[in-house]
């Protein structure tokens, strides 16, 4: 079974300062997506990044961007210029090709602090 | 465009009761899921369907049922509730031909239910 691991529970950076999210995850398959959701105090799951195994290239969404490293099973989110909105948990995912579900890690509590 | 929708919003129940949480969505996905995400925890697939009339168990499917008799409609039968049912319960919808999401496909989520069993 795949398995997603966030080793980071919670973190605190200043406004403007960079953060790096840690997640790694063990999987057989040689195919997959991995997915960051962001989900502020609104309960709401929203979407951040996406990335595909077999693109080499790391995805990158504005101030947010990704270090994909398929060979250590690692996937971790960075955050440029940090923002008082990017204060949320944030959920690493992965998801087998074929297997339309998403297996979550535990969540990092990130706070932006004025 | 109201995508995914869950009620009730917020409930509590007393041990043994039943319930059942609605999710409906207006986008024409073919599948949908329900998770519930415990307090400081990650969420947990409980049941998922890849179209109606069909369903499968997730992680944690024990205590729950679901039905999928229409395309829009997924809702979650909570029979004999207990304390460890206490959690927010998601519930998600996504669009796939095949075997695979496309390339920009992704799930899209309701508001969630809080649900308390005391």
């Known amino acids: 079974a795949q398995t997603v691991t966030q080793s980071q529970p919670e973190m605190s950076v200043q406004e403007a300062e960079t953060v790096t999210l840690s997640c790694t995850y063990d999987t057989s398959e040689n195919n997959y997506y991995l997915f960051w959701y962001k989900q502020p105090p609104s309960r709401q799951m929203i979407l951040v990044i996406r990335?595909?195994?077999?693109?080499?290239q790391n995805a990158t969404e504005n101030r947010f961007s990704v270090n994909f490293q398929k060979a250590a099973k690692s996937f971790s989110l960075k955050i440029s210029d940090s923002q008082l909105g990017d204060t949320a948990m944030y959920f690493c995912a992965f998801m087998t090709q074929g297997a339309q579900k998403l297996v979550f890690g535990q969540g990092t509590r990130l706070t932006i602090n004025p | 465009n109201a995508g995914v929708t869950q009620t009730p919003k917020f409930r509590i129940l007393k041990i043994g009761q039943s319930m059942t949480l609605q999710c409906t969505q207006d986008?024409?996905?073919?599948?949908m899921y329900w998770y519930r995400q415990d307090p400081g925890m990650g969420l947990k697939l409980i049941y998922y369907?890849?179209?109606?009339?069909?369903?499968d168990k997730g992680e944690v499917p024990n205590g729950y049922n679901v039905s999928r008799s229409t395309t829009e409609d997924f809702p979650l039968r909570l029979e004999l509730a207990a304390p460890s049912q206490t959690s927010v319960y998601f519930c998600a919808s996504s669009y796939a031909t095949g075997a695979t999401w496309a390339t920009n496909e992704k799930l899209f989520f309701g508001s969630g239910t809080q649900l308390s069993v005391l």
């Open positions: 990335q595909e195994a077999y693109k080499q």
């Open positions: 986008m024409n996905h073919n599948y």
């Open positions: 369907s890849v179209g109606a009339g069909i369903t």
